[in-house]
C-alpha cells in the first residue's frame, strides 16, 4: 500500500445522525458503499452541534433533546475514484454537504496485528 502516498483528495461529508437510507443510518451506508468500492478508508465523526443549508441547528444539549446531531465521513482517495463515487453519494444524500480538497499522504500503513 505504500504507492499510496503522494497527493489525494480529502472527501468530507456533512449529513444528519438521523439520515436513512434502505432503512439504516444513512451515515453506515455510505461507508458500507465505499468498502465495496475499495477506498482506502473512511472515518464517522459525530459533532456535538452544528447547522447546514436548513438552518435548524443541531445540538448534544440536553435541552434541545436533538438526535439529529451533525455526522462527518471522512475519506482520502485518488480525485479519479472519488468522481466515480459521487453520482451514487448524489443519489443517497437528501440533505447534506460534499467537499473535496486536495491532501499529501505522508503515510499510509496498517498498525501492528491484533493479539488475542
Do not use: W
Not at 23 to 40: D, K, M, N, S, W
Not at 64 to 88: G, K, M, W
Not at 104 to 109: E, G, L, S, T
Amino acid at each position: 500500500m505504500h504507492g499510496f502516498k503522494g497527493e489525494r483528495t480529502l472527501m468530507r461529508i456533512h449529513i444528519g445522525e438521523r439520515d436513512r437510507h434502505g432503512g439504516r443510518p444513512l451515515y453506515q451506508a455510505i461507508v458500507e458503499l465505499l468498502r465495496q468500492r475499495q477506498f482506502a478508508g473512511a472515518t464517522v465523526f459525530r459533532g456535538i452541534a452544528g447547522f447546514g443549508a436548513s438552518a435548524k441547528v443541531r445540538s448534544d444539549r440536553i435541552e434541545v433533546l436533538s438526535l439529529d446531531l451533525p455526522i462527518v465521513v471522512e475519506c482520502v482517495e485518488t480525485e479519479a475514484r472519488i468522481a466515480t463515487v459521487l453520482p451514487e453519494l448524489d443519489n443517497m444524500i437528501g440533505g447534506g454537504l460534499i467537499t473535496l480538497e486536495r491532501t499529501q499522504v505522508i503515510m499510509y500503513r496498517p498498525g501492528p496485528a491484533d493479539h488475542h
